[in-house]
């Protein structure tokens, strides 16, 4: 699954490309998102790709965002510039979905170790390509997977983040 914006610099342009170098494998890809590059990404995919492997579905609220990530077996976030954070990797993540990731992207630090998912360097089509065909190769994600992403993900809700800064801070005021 990508989940994000329609945008130049979300990547998905690259993965399409990427995912060229794929199509002697199987699988299937859902867009979920808007914006200005919808059409054009969508004649991308109609040109380039099987009838039928890349499916665009509009913008979603977060709860049926959530709900469609947690069904899937990968996310990519593909980002070619600086992302930000990418609160995306952490969703997925919390839902036991691996990812692939762009080194544009802060989460890609939540990536280190490789059975949680895998960076590549942002705008590299070759090593986006190296890296799924690995995740597609390995096929669907085992319950199992799920189960230990979902397990270690526990440390990076917000209840957990909050429950850091409040140690901190209590170390720094309060020796």
């Known amino acids: 699954i990508f989940l994000g914006r329609l945008v130049e610099g979300k990547g998905l342009g690259k993965f399409l490309l990427a995912l060229e170098g794929c199509q002697d494998l199987h699988w299937r890809l859902t867009v979920v998102g808007s914006g200005p590059l919808g059409n054009s990404l969508q004649r991308v995919a109609a040109d380039r790709h099987p009838a039928g492997w890349i499916t665009f579905l509009p913008f979603m609220e977060n ?33 036991g979905v691996p990812v692939l990731c762009s080194d544009a992207c802060g989460a890609a630090d939540l ?65």
């Open 63 to 95: 709860p049926a965002a959530l709900q469609t990530l947690s069904k899937m077996d990968l996310l990519a976030l593909p980002s070619q510039g600086k992302e930000g954070w990418g609160a995306v990797v952490n969703e997925a993540l919390m839902c």
């Open 111 to 175: 990536l280190q170790e490789s059975w949680r998912g895998e960076v590549f360097p942002a705008g590299s089509v070759p090593r986006l390509t190296e890296c799924l065909r690995r995740w597609i190769s390995r096929g669907r994600t085992t319950p199992e997977l799920r189960a230990r992403i979902r397990s270690w993900s526990e440390c990076i809700t917000g209840e957990s983040g909050a429950r850091y800064l409040e140690r901190i801070l209590r170390c720094v005021y309060e020796n």
